[in-house]
C-alpha cells in the first residue's frame, strides 16, 4: 500500500493524516457524548434544511442536488483515480 502519491510534498501528507485524525476524533467524540446533534450528519442536515422541511423549496432543492452531484464526484474520483 502507497503512503503517498509519488512526488508529493511530506507536509501535505501529514496533513491530510492529521485531517482525517481530526475527523476521526471530533465524529467519535460528538457520538460518545450521545447528542446526536454535534456529529456532521446532523449539521450537514441542518447547514442544507433536510429535517425541517418534507417538502423543501427550490433553492433548498438546489442545494440538495449540487451537494449530491459533488458527493457522486467525489466518490467516483477516489474510486477510479483520476479517471473522473
Given at each position: 500500500m502507497k503512503t503517498k502519491p509519488e512526488g508529493a510534498t511530506p507536509a501535505w501528507t501529514y496533513a491530510w493524516y492529521a485531517w482525517i485524525?481530526?475527523?476521526?476524533?471530533?465524529?467519535g467524540s460528538a457520538l460518545a457524548r450521545g447528542k446526536?446533534?454535534?456529529t456532521l450528519s446532523d449539521h450537514v442536515w441542518a447547514w442544507f434544511d433536510?429535517?425541517?422541511?418534507p417538502a423543501?423549496?427550490?433553492?433548498e432543492r438546489?442545494?440538495?442536488v449540487l451537494l449530491l452531484g459533488f458527493?457522486?464526484?467525489l466518490g467516483a474520483h477516489f474510486l477510479t483515480g483520476d479517471e473522473v
Amino acid at each position: 500500500m502507497k503512503t503517498k502519491p509519488e512526488g508529493a510534498t511530506p507536509a501535505w501528507t501529514y496533513a491530510w493524516y492529521a485531517w482525517i485524525a481530526a475527523f476521526f476524533a471530533i465524529e467519535g467524540s460528538a457520538l460518545a457524548r450521545g447528542k446526536s446533534e454535534d456529529t456532521l450528519s446532523d449539521h450537514v442536515w441542518a447547514w442544507f434544511d433536510i429535517p425541517k422541511h418534507p417538502a423543501p423549496d427550490r433553492s433548498e432543492r438546489i442545494r440538495r442536488v449540487l451537494l449530491l452531484g459533488f458527493l457522486a464526484w467525489l466518490g467516483a474520483h477516489f474510486l477510479t483515480g483520476d479517471e473522473v
